[in-house]
């Protein structure tokens, strides 16, 4: 017998993608749901298609709740879910038809935790890689966090393209009021895991376009990812996960310096935000003492960094070019 599996919508700004969102949930081949829009206090007319929605199939919940943003309305779904099995799904974008009938038989068949998959860039309404067949890996929890700094590191990162047993969630919960939420929790899931399954199949359609909860010009809450960073490597350290720190450091470290010059070109007034993403580029090459060291260009590229930023930025785009179009030409050829 297939058990429940609660769908988590949350939901703000999307009336232009909302029903196509919700339609591919409610055309899963898996069919034992409960699916929770959950209306953050939505300025549009999503409010009144939530409760369209519901008029139109009894699987469906409808929450209207006080703006939260996108960790207080996954924390809503969460507290109410009764399913056996959690998904998130972000209200623009869309799911392949079998996207929980094939998690949910991945988690079945290697007796996992949690099940992912791949996701596709889509910009309209067909996804246009989710007929191909993958292979599906088996992966310790452990496993599943060294592999957020792999090259396919996205796919582990993010929480939507996932399903989750319930019972991981029973002490975890989204950071209120913060942005990059899964950046600082989904670590903490793979940490409870037993076992993960990755099945390398095109299930999830990530919309690129529009505005919505999650998708917003740069602005100073895009900083939250450094703390969200911040507080996995502390998890990292806390749990002696050493080998795994060098890597996790640069990373972490690339990933201020990408944040340091959206701040200088996005922001105005954010000298002050400058200057303390400067402070932890010079932080991390201390701390990463304790377990190794940068490779020497990376390090040598780090100082230049902190004495000459427009001088490395300069020199990091004439070097991402090529690499760039390699990775443009290898995504053309694997279409």
């Not at 792999?150 to 950071?175: M, Q, T």
């Not at 076992?195 to 998708?215: H, M, N």
């Not at 470290?253 to 400067?278: P, R, T």
Request: proline share 3%; glycine share 6%; hydrophobic share 35%.
């Amino acid at each position: 017998m297939s058990e429940r599996i609660s769908v988590i919508v949350p939901i703000y700004n999307v009336e232009d993608y909302m029903r196509r969102c919700v339609d591919s949930i409610l055309n899963q081949t898996y069919s034992n749901m409960e699916i929770i829009l959950i209306d953050d206090e939505s300025p549009d007319n999503c409010p009144s298609i939530c409760e369209e929605y519901k008029q139109i199939d009894n699987r469906i919940i409808v929450i209207h709740q006080k703006n939260a943003g996108l960790s207080g309305a996954r924390n809503a779904g969460i507290e109410i879910a009764t399913g056996e099995y959690l998904v998130f799904v972000d209200s623009d974008d869309y799911l392949a038809v079998d996207f929980i009938e094939s998690l949910y038989q991945a988690i079945i068949e290697t007796n996992s935790d949690i099940a992912m998959c791949k996701y596709e860039y889509v910009k309209g309404d067909i996804m246009t890689q989710s007929h191909k067949p993958g292979e599906s890996v088996v992966y310790s929890g452990i496993e599943m966090i060294e592999n957020m700094y792999s090259p396919d590191g996205a796919f582990f990162v993010v929480a939507w393209n996932k399903l989750y047993k319930r019972k991981l969630f029973e002490h975890i919960r989204y950071p209120q009021g913060r942005i990059h939420e899964d950046e600082a929790t989904t670590h903490l899931l793979y940490y409870e895991a037993n076992k993960a399954v990755f099945v390398k199949r095109y299930l999830y359609g990530y919309f690129v376009g529009g505005e919505s909860i999650t998708r917003k010009k740069f602005n100073r809450k895009r900083l939250d990812w450094a703390w969200s960073v911040e507080q996995r490597l502390h998890f990292l350290e806390e749990k002696g996960l050493v080998n795994i720190m060098p890597t996790a450091i640069r990373a972490y470290a690339d990933g201020v310096i990408d944040l340091f010059f959206q701040c200088k070109e996005g922001l105005e007034k954010s000298k002050k935000e400058q200057k303390d993403l400067k402070y932890k580029i010079k932080e991390a090459m201390y701390n990463v003492k304790k377990y190794g060291d940068f490779p020497i260009r990376t390090k040598v590229g780090y100082i230049l960094f902190l004495f000459m930023p427009n001088l490395y930025q300069k020199i990091l785009k004439a070097y991402q070019a090529p690499v760039l179009k390699e990775k443009v030409m290898e995504h053309y050829e694997d279409s």
